[in-house]
């Protein structure tokens, strides 16, 4: 992918994943939260990893953010009105989010081999699902059927929680 | 092609982003958004460093990374959805979505 694209899409993403946490209505911040992981998605196929950016497509802009605007439209959130803002949390908040951006910056410039070019590949196609597949069912074998059970557990977890009533 | 050090700082601003709007917003569900937004920015690191660790037997990714990342995604699907089950529960029991109005651990 040429720098021109790379740069486009990370830009996209951030600029719509700010967008998220600045939007005071719901529902755009959940449209925004698509944007920013179809870009995602685009910058995972830059890495020629065309399996993940497949998934990140399906599971979170299909599934999870149906899932979000489902739950937005069942509660029937509007925007959010002027609350008095809690100004020394709020400068907390940033004065964290600043100092861990500034400790990302001075470790990857401090990072030697973050200044290498990508190695490049031995074929022009490569065939990711099929390698993922291998090993997943051969090396990750275990961990696949805990996450599996993962999931199981999550759903039951749901249907618990949906039908029993908080006081 | 970028190097790999663009993608570790685009990934620190995502995740930079998603932390933020944790400590910033008071909205349940606009959090549990920010948490995916910085489970995504480490998912962006291992792929990339995945595309960085070419193994030179076979001129592959490495694919360890990317299997990771399968995990780390069918957990955070899990895991959004519980937390929205416990949005509407609380939002049921309260008529709420604000961190500040429920600060109670017991109901």
Do not use: C
């Not at chain 1, 020629?48 to 959130?77: K, R, S, T």
């Not at chain 2, 998603?18 to 480490?42: D, K, P, S």
Request: net charge positive.
């Amino acid at each position: 992918m040429s720098p021109f694209l790379f740069w486009f899409f990370a830009l996209l993403m951030l600029v719509f994943g700010a967008g998220v946490i600045i939007n005071r209505n719901p529902v755009a911040s959940a449209l925004n939260l698509v944007v920013s992981f179809l870009a995602l998605a685009a910058l995972f196929m830059s890495l020629d990893a065309y399996f993940i950016g497949i998934i990140q497509i399906l599971v979170y802009a299909g599934a999870v953010m149906v899932l979000f605007l489902f739950i937005i439209m069942l509660l029937d959130l509007h925007a959010e009105g002027l609350r008095r803002i809690n100004w020394i949390a709020s400068a907390g908040g940033i004065v964290v989010a600043l100092a861990f951006l500034i400790q990302i910056f001075s470790v990857v410039s401090r990072f030697k081999l973050a200044r290498q070019n990508f190695p490049p590949l031995a074929g022009s196609t490569i065939d990711d699902v099929h390698n993922i597949g291998r090993l997943l069912f051969a090396s990750y074998n275990l961990p696949f059927q805990i996450i599996g059970v993962v999931v199981l557990v999550a759903t039951i977890g749901v249907v618990v929680l949906s039908t029993r009533e908080l006081r | 092609m970028n190097t790999l050090g663009d993608y570790l700082i685009v990934s620190g601003m995502l995740f930079t982003i998603g932390f933020a709007g944790v400590m910033l917003r008071r909205n349940i569900i606009i959090i549990l958004m920010a948490l995916e937004l910085m489970l995504n920015a480490a998912n962006l690191s291992l792929v990339a460093f995945s595309r960085f660790h070419v193994d030179p037997a076979s001129g592959t990714p490495n694919y360890n990374a990317q299997v990771f990342v399968f995990f780390t995604i069918t957990v955070a699907a899990a895991e959004v959805a519980v937390g929205l089950a416990i949005a509407v529960a609380l939002y049921r029991a309260r008529q709420t979505t604000h961190v500040e109005d429920i600060s109670n651990l017991k109901f």
